[in-house]
């Protein structure tokens, strides 16, 4: 399921820091709480697992939506100029719980705070935005930076690090099949007599392009800023893509978000 947010500054003067996307997780794992306790820390300290080094939460979020915003450098964020801003959040999880989750962020107020920032906005509207998948191949757009990358050795001590891919890079294509492969078999499934389940797909099942139409745009930002585990990861956006396979992979790609780190708001997606 997939909601658009419509979110009103609580004063006239919003600053909103650059690195919020990890404040939102947090509130998002803070709403979950309050109604399920037990979701909500199996999602945060577990997740779904596909191998012991590889677990996802599947779910993600989009950029704040903030018409006309007005960046300051100097403040370290983006002023909020319009009476309302918008956030689309995206679950894998079964359609029947749509109106209880509405329910969850109707009227919540969000708080985006750093040590320099404090940011609050009261939750109006929550709208479903209806995900159908009628094909074999859809056409996204990103709604969020996609982080996609590949292990590289660098440096005298060749140590392993990672090496962020442009969306029209060679590699770029099938590590976001296998990430959205390994999401989709860390869902527990029916599994047949003969061991192997009945949905299991192939790499070959899903293909990618990168649509001509709009330039990737590259972004470097701060994962938990201000904490122990603070660490830099650069993404992609504003670009369109070709996604084919089974419509069941692709809806999965729409909900889950692709590539890494889709639980602090990377790799959502919308459908053209």
């Known amino acids: 399921m997939q909601f658009k947010l419509t979110l009103r500054p609580t004063v006239r003067q919003t600053l909103v820091p650059f690195n919020y996307a990890y404040r939102l997780s947090a509130f998002i794992y803070a709403v979950l709480a309050e109604a399920d306790a037990k979701y909500a820390t199996f999602l945060h300290s577990q997740g779904y697992e596909y191998s012991p080094t590889r677990r996802f939460k599947l779910f993600t979020f989009s950029d704040l939506i903030i018409p006309k915003a007005r960046i300051d450098t100097a403040a370290g964020g983006l002023w909020v100029t319009t009476p309302y801003i918008e956030w689309i ?3 894998y999880v079964d359609k029947a719980a749509q109106h209880f989750i509405m329910g969850l962020f109707q009227d919540q107020r969000c708080v985006i705070a750093t040590p320099r920032h404090r940011a609050e906005f009261i939750i109006e509207r929550v709208e479903a935005i209806p995900v159908e998948i009628p094909a074999t191949t859809v056409q996204l757009r990103t709604l969020s930076p996609v982080v996609i ?7 005298t001590t060749g140590r392993s690090m990672d090496q962020y891919l442009h ?23 029916t599994v047949s007599a003969s061991g192997i389940a009945d949905d299991d797909f192939a790499t070959s099942a899903v293909t990618y392009r990168l649509l ?7 972004r470097l930002i701060t994962i938990k800023e201000d904490s122990r585990a603070e660490t830099k990861v650069r993404g992609y956006y504003g670009f369109t893509f070709e996604l084919s396979g089974p419509p069941e992979l692709l809806e999965l790609a729409v909900l889950a978000g692709v590539g890494r780190y889709n639980a602090e708001g990377f790799g959502a997606v919308g459908v053209l």
Do not use: T
């Not at 990358?149 to 440096?155: I, M, P, Q, T």
């Not at 969306?167 to 499934?189: C, E, F, M, Q, T």
């Open 89 to 91: 959040v995206s679950f």
């Open 212 to 218: 001509p139409n709009r330039e990737p745009k590259s």
């Open 149 to 155: 990358a590949e292990k590289s050795e660098r440096g």
């Open 167 to 189: 969306p029209a890079d060679v590699h770029y294509g099938p590590l976001l099949i296998d990430n959205l492969l390994a999401k989709w078999n860390s869902v527990p499934r």
